[in-house]
C-alpha cells in the first residue's frame, strides 16, 4: 500500500505490506469508482457527511497538521476538491450497499455494521 505525503501532495517511496486477511476494511473517496474493486467487496459502505462539516474539518486539519493557510485550503476546496466531489464521489454512493449518514456520529449505523464484520468473523472460524 503506498504512503502518501499530504504536506508535499504526493506518495512516498514508502510502502506498507497489507497481508491476505479474511476480513479487510479499505477506504478511499475514489473507491467505488472502478468497477474491478467494487466487484472485489462483500459489503460497500458509503459514509456521507454534509459539505460544511467535510470543509470546517478540513479547514482544521489542513492549517494544524499540515501548515497550511484558510485561503489556501479554501482556495482548493472550491478549484479542487468540491467539483471533484460532486462529479466523481458523490455519485459513486450509488453502488453502495449502505449509506450512513453522519458516519460515526450514528450509533445505530456503526452497531449494524459492526454486527455485519462479526458476522463475517464468525464465518471464518
Known amino acids: 500500500m503506498p504512503v502518501y505525503d499530504f ?3 504526493r ?18 473517496i475514489l ?3 472502478d ?5 472485489l467487496f462483500d459489503v460497500r459502505i458509503f459514509v456521507e ?18 501548515g497550511r493557510t484558510i485561503e489556501s485550503v479554501i482556495n482548493q476546496w472550491m478549484q479542487t476538491v468540491r467539483p471533484m466531489h460532486l462529479e466523481f464521489v458523490e ?5 453502495a450497499h449502505v449509506i450512513i449518514p453522519e458516519g460515526g456520529l450514528n450509533e445505530v449505523a456503526m452497531e449494524m455494521v459492526i454486527a455485519r464484520i462479526e458476522a463475517l468473523r464468525g464465518q471464518t472460524a
Open 91 to 95: 455519485p459513486s454512493k450509488r453502488y
Open 11 to 28: 506518495r512516498t517511496e514508502e510502502v506498507r505490506i497489507v497481508n491476505p486477511q479474511r476480513i479487510i476494511l479499505v477506504e478511499g
Open 7 to 9: 504536506a508535499h501532495h
Open 49 to 66: 457527511t454534509d459539505d460544511d462539516v467535510r470543509l470546517i474539518r478540513r479547514l482544521q486539519r489542513d492549517i494544524r497538521d499540515r
Open 35 to 39: 468497477a474491478r474493486l467494487r466487484d
Open 31 to 33: 473507491i467505488f469508482t
